[in-house]
């Protein structure tokens, strides 16, 4: 083995799926894309960190909600653009040509062009270290849409797609003992 400077081991390990989180500060609607996102536990929860350098993050205090929306990899170049632009002086869904479509839950609004969208609510702010952790709300996801296939960022401006799937579910049934 050879040995690897300890400030790039975040190329290593990727928790999700890059993702755009769209907002609603009260006038209009942003999107901003999110490359550090998990599941908390095997819960409709999620947590991902930003910052007040980022300006959604005005509109996720304020507002206290958010829609996870999640473009597959033929949005991929769409969803590195729109991280390259700041919400304070562009529309992002007029600049990149996406639409916005009414959540159920929240103000902020679904992406139809994304194959899935989950309605969240902020349930802690971590201001220490600039974390979220959402409450998912409602989620919806287009079966029809061909393209479902994720991509994650390794951290360095290099992407990696979700490939085949493999089933390994039968291995991971844990068999109880009778009556139990």
Request: charged fraction near 25%.
């Amino acid at each position: 083995m050879k040995k690897m400077p300890l400030e790039k081991v975040f190329t290593l390990i990727e928790p999700g799926p890059v993702t755009l989180i769209t907002t609603f500060d009260g006038r209009k609607n942003n999107i901003m894309t999110l490359s550090w996102i998990t599941v908390k536990e095997f819960t409709p929860e999620f947590v991902f960190i930003t910052g007040p350098w980022n300006h959604s993050y005005h509109a996720l205090v304020k507002s206290q909600e958010c829609v996870i929306s999640i473009p597959a990899v033929d949005l991929a170049e769409t969803a590195v653009r729109i991280g390259t632009y700041s919400g304070a002086d562009t529309d992002k869904f007029e600049k990149f040509g996406l639409t916005p479509v009414k959540a159920d839950c929240v103000e902020a609004p679904l992406i139809k062009e994304c194959f899935a969208n989950i309605e969240c609510r902020i349930t802690d702010h971590i201001k220490k270290h600039n974390i979220f952790v959402l409450e998912g709300l409602a989620a919806w996801i287009d079966e029809k849409r061909k393209e479902k296939r994720t991509f994650h960022a390794v951290g360095d401006g290099t992407f990696v797609t979700d490939g085949r799937k493999i089933n390994h579910r039968k291995l991971m049934i844990s068999k109880l003992p009778e009556g139990v």
